[in-house]
């Protein structure tokens, strides 16, 4: 656990610096809480780094894939495409194929280890903010209480992805002074629950809304469809009713009318009238761009071949190999006329590739043109109304208010082009809207695990790879390892990296 105590230890008090614009954070400096927390505006810069490692989580944690690997490729929407030519990169593929290596409830997986490092930074940063606010006097209120209500949503967000992704996990809430503070034994999921809903509940009162708030900083709205997300994975289905109305009624959002627009341009239309909590990103030399698309894309591909999609001035060869690509499942889940499949999914020669003819499908709804090789600027969504619309519906739903559910159902097939929900089991019904409408953003898996279907759809998923290698991507004479399929559990080990100097896991 060494270099984990130090990540809490020392993001406790080191701040990012920025100017003033949100968007425009520089590398972090080294400078200690008691000397930093002077003035309201160092608070400003404070909360502007409790966001940074958000960026990290979604985009790729260094060598380490990001929050893609743990929710989209850890599901039976996309999956690693192999490349014999090149070897293997065993931990990501490890996790595509539900064969994480665990042993006493840890794991050396890079990806899980980033994930929870990640996690632990949002909430150090966040829980210094906190501690600090109260001892520095604000002429402006308001500007305070939009602080410690950004700091609440942003830990609580943090503690919400550790609780789905690990179960019970250390609950820090305040800054943590030395090694021996860091260590702290393993808080029951009920307890870490009921620490996300007192969070978010206060950040709901706090918050300004999406009107009246700077752009890509949490609002009101994103607080309530967290606090309904956290419901919905409880089975509250009228606490998240009354929330997710709540957000219906305010007049903040609205489904953009054309499906592929609701996502962000390299640089524009960021923030639009359908985001909920987007993360932000922008393209250049400042070091706030991604460069998530090249991570999911087939390999190898050639620089001709990827230009087609980047359309860059630069456009370099990918070696390596592919990850992230679409299933033939997700594929074959979108209904004849749905216009979302044209909008998420694309295809790509890659001529290179020892796989049958070479055509690949790739994810498209992030695939936009940009200045320069592997340095876009497109936004992550986290939250976006349609995703409001189909829990509203889901939990009308199980409330038994089936033609109240089909309403906001139906707002969203029909934007996407299709008719009305014709009956048959409606719930069924919402999960496979959510499974098309929301693909490769990072929620399958947690659907299939709050809905108790995970363990039932990957085995199917896995015996459809092992009898049919050559459909999901392996070339002629390779398919999964032995492995493969092995280890389906609904949460992931800890990383062993943090355990190994702690005496609870």
Not at 109 to 132: F, G, K, P
Not at 228 to 236: D, F, G, I, R, S
Not at 459 to 481: D, H, L, M, V
Request: charged residues 20%; glycine residues 6%; proline residues 5%.
């Amino acid at each position: 656990m060494r270099k984990g105590i130090i990540l809490i230890c020392l993001f406790g008090t080191v701040l990012a610096g920025c100017k003033d614009d949100f968007l425009e954070i520089v590398p972090e400096t080294s400078l200690s809480s008691a000397t930093f927390f002077t003035k309201p505006a160092d608070f400003q810069q404070a909360i502007n780094a409790a966001y940074v490692p958000l960026r990290t989580i979604t985009n790729n944690s260094g060598t380490a894939g990001g929050s893609w690997v743990l929710g989209e490729m850890h599901s039976d929407n996309t999956y690693y495409a192999r490349n014999p030519n090149f070897g293997a990169t065993e931990q990501e593929e490890d996790v595509a194929d539900f064969a994480i290596p665990t042993a006493n409830g840890v794991t050396s997986n890079e990806h899980v280890r980033e994930q929870y490092r990640r996690d632990y930074q949002i909430i150090a940063r966040t829980n210094q903010i906190l501690a600090s606010i109260d001892q520095v006097k604000f002429s402006d209120e308001a500007m305070k209480k939009n602080i410690i209500g950004q700091a609440k949503f942003l830990r609580a967000y943090a503690y919400f992805e550790l609780v789905r992704y690990f179960g019970s996990v250390p609950l820090h809430l305040t800054p943590v002074a030395n090694r021996q503070e860091a260590a702290l034994p393993l808080a029951p999921e009920e307890e870490i629950y009921a620490q996300i809903i007192e969070d978010i509940s206060e950040a709901i009162s706090l918050l300004p809304p999406k009107s009246t708030q700077e752009a890509g900083r949490a609002t009101s709205g994103a607080a309530r469809m967290l606090l309904a997300n956290v419901y919905m994975v409880q089975e509250k289905w009228a606490e998240a009713e009354a929330l997710l109305k709540e957000i219906v009624n305010s007049g903040e959002y609205a489904l953009v009318p054309e499906y592929a627009d609701a996502f962000s341009s390299s640089t524009g239309n960021k923030n639009n009238i359908e985001s909920v909590f987007e993360v932000q990103f922008m393209e250049g030399s400042a070091g706030l761009n991604g460069d998530f698309l090249y991570h999911f894309l087939p390999r190898p591909l050639s620089a001709a071949e990827l230009v087609a999609i980047t359309g860059t001035s630069n456009p370099q060869p990918l070696s390596g190999e592919g990850n992230n690509i679409p299933t033939p499942d997700i594929i074959a889940a979108y209904e004849v006329g749905d216009e979302r499949k044209e909008a998420s999914i694309g295809y790509i020669t890659a001529s290179g590739s020892p796989w049958k003819d070479g055509v690949y499908p790739y994810i498209k709804k992030y695939a936009k043109t940009h200045a320069l090789h592997g340095n876009h600027g497109m936004n992550w969504p986290i939250y976006r109304y349609s995703e409001v619309l189909l829990f509203l519906a889901e939990a009308l739903a199980q409330q038994g208010k089936m033609e109240e559910a089909a309403q906001y159902l139906n707002m969203v097939r029909n934007r996407a082009d299709l008719d009305d929900y014709s009956g048959g089991d409606l719930l069924e019904a919402i999960y496979h809207e959510r499974r098309v409408e929301l693909a490769f953003e990072n929620k399958r898996w947690f659907d299939l695990v709050r809905t108790g279907r995970a363990v039932d759809v990957i085995t199917a998923y896995g015996e459809r790879i092992k009898a049919n290698p050559q459909a999901y991507y392996y070339p002629e004479g390779f398919g999964p390892r032995n492995h493969a399929f092995s280890n389906i559990s609904l949460h992931y080990a800890l990383p062993a990296d943090e355990g190994a100097l702690s005496p609870y896991f």
